[in-house]
């Protein structure tokens, strides 16, 4: 019996090296995605499917790539993004594809489409070059029920957003997503969010947050996304894992140990990074919550009052002094729609252009000028220490993510981060600081989050997996984009592979749009 059992893997090993591939990588240093050493092999590829990896001189395929001298990974998983709007304008989602990105999950900080059945799809209907998986929101829920209004909500009202989360989950969302420092969202008390969050479990899904604070009550907020999770029963995924401004720098230390105290418990408390020590966000979150509280018409009316215009002007400098800043140069603009000669200018320096004198209490006027004039202004703020980021990025539990959306290139002066998030991890921190190994980089971009988001055709290099691969010269791997220059595609990738089409070759984007809806399984 064992003897017909050899030979029986005998001849299916030789039919199967004799056949063609579709597609066969020949010659690559294998990092599987599992954190285990490199190796090197060869991949066959049958339509989307990963059928075989070992090591042979009579495989065949009808497309053949040399991977000699080229590491070859798993497709990275963005886990953080904000894609809506841009796959629309820019299917081919350049920015990611170019940075070795083959999936996102999007619809995060609790901003997502309303109607993901709707969502999905359009998104089938379109066709991306990268797999989209969404969470749905807590702030688009909110907002569908309730508008802006600052209260809680009536009984009625919370089985109304029960009802839409739920239809979310339904439709294959992967989970549920809060920005409790955004309007409406920080309107909402704690036993809000765990009523809806407990929504998402009953499928299975995942609670990511953008948490309350990120400086001051920084560990007030990542114990209450703890909770939430605790009293939801459902894994927690914190966004953009930070701590903000000078006064809380070195305070990683205590935020990790909560998560670590966390996992300890019995939760699956995780978290992600972008690798840069400059946030981006919106102008509005400058100003008190207060004043936007019954929508952006209830604004104008507060800024058209000049009592009450003074009164968020001298709450914007007593919170600018609470985090040692004398004013507003950490600022920076990157998309301002009314003026585009804003774009790439701090704050400071727009109200000198307006010919304001050089006080914090004339650039909140400033502000208070553009957040007046339209309804979302684009922002990059220097807020973080790099120790503190080298701290969270060497935590073992923490995936890197950019916190973008799909850029139109050439547009606005985005966050680097957009093109450059993963290049940056393995050219900074793998290559030249050497901070972190590259197996544990390409772990962290790969099956840590497929396993966190149930993605589980995803993530490894494994026979039966999807054929989302990237190959990249780990010796030339870097992020080109910068602040003064965002525009600009991270070097080293030269094949970038999505559900076993090819979608950069030889580092060019092939204009191919082989990405798939990813639906909670």
Not at 115 to 135: C, G
Not at 416 to 441: D, F, H, S
Not at 492 to 499: D, E, I, Q, R, T
Request: hydrophobic share 40%; net charge positive; with cysteine.
């Amino acid at each position: 019996m064992r003897t017909l059992l050899l030979l029986l893997g005998f001849f299916v090993s030789q039919t199967l090296l004799s056949q063609s591939f579709d597609i066969l990588i020949k010659n690559g240093k294998i990092v599987d995605g599992t954190g285990n050493s490199w190796f090197y092999g060869d991949v066959g590829i049958v339509k989307e499917k990963i059928v075989w990896i070992g090591k042979s001189e009579t495989a065949t395929g009808k497309t053949v790539i040399d991977a000699k001298g080229l590491i070859v990974a798993p497709g990275f998983i963005d886990v953080h993004a904000h894609i809506e709007g841009g796959e629309l304008t820019t299917p081919t989602a350049d920015n990611f594809i170019h940075d070795g990105v083959t999936s996102v999950v999007t619809g995060n900080c609790g901003g997502s489409n309303l109607d993901i059945k709707d969502y999905f799809h359009r998104l089938a209907s379109i066709k991306t070059s990268i797999n989209v998986a969404s969470l749905i929101g807590h702030n688009t829920v909110r907002r569908s029920v309730m508008g802006d209004l600052q209260r809680d909500p009536t009984a009625e009202e919370l089985r109304r957003m029960e009802g839409l989360v739920k239809e979310a989950m339904m439709a294959g969302a992967v989970g549920f997503s809060t920005g409790l420092i955004y309007i409406p969202g920080t309107y909402s008390k704690t036993s809000e969010v765990v009523r809806l969050a407990s929504v998402a479990s009953q499928f299975n899904g995942v609670y990511a947050s953008h948490i309350r604070d990120e400086g001051d009550q920084v560990t007030e907020a990542v114990s209450e996304a703890i909770n939430i999770g605790r009293e939801a029963k459902m894994p927690v995924e914190i966004s953009h894992f930070k701590v903000t401004y000078k006064p809380n720098w070195g305070r990683s230390v205590e935020t990790l140990q909560l998560v670590d105290r966390a996992r300890l418990e019995g939760l699956d408390v995780t978290i992600d990074q972008y690798p840069y020590i400059a946030s981006s966000t919106t102008l509005d979150t400058t100003l008190p919550t207060w004043a936007f509280s019954g929508g952006r018409d209830s604004l104008k009316l507060r800024l058209d009052h000049p009592a009450t215009r003074l009164k968020i002007k001298k709450e914007m400098v007593d919170n600018l002094k609470k985090k040692q800043l004398k004013n507003y140069s950490y600022a920076l603009v990157a998309r301002y729609a009314p003026d585009t000669t804003f774009n790439g200018k701090t704050i400071s320096e727009i109200n000198k252009m307006k010919r304001r004198k050089p006080k914090a209490i004339e650039e909140a006027e400033t502000i208070l000028d553009m957040v007046g004039a339209v309804n979302r202004t684009q922002m990059v703020y220097f807020s973080m220490d790099e120790k503190d980021l080298i701290r969270i990025l060497q935590y073992p539990f923490n995936m890197f993510a950019s916190d973008a959306g799909i850029a139109k290139f050439g547009s606005g002066m985005p966050h680097p981060r957009a093109y450059g998030t993963n290049a940056r991890v393995l050219g900074k921190y793998v290559n030249e600081l050497k901070v972190i190994r590259l197996e544990e980089a390409i772990r962290r971009m790969t099956s840590l989050p497929a396993q966190k988001f149930n993605l589980r055709d995803r993530g490894l290099i494994r026979e039966g997996q999807a054929a989302d691969l990237v190959i990249f010269d780990e010796t030339k791997v870097g992020d080109a984009a910068t602040f003064s220059n965002p525009h600009a595609y991270s070097n080293g990738f030269a094949y970038v592979l999505v559900n076993g089409e090819v979608v950069i070759d030889h580092g060019k984007h092939t204009g191919v749009r082989s990405g798939m809806v990813l639906r909670r399984q």
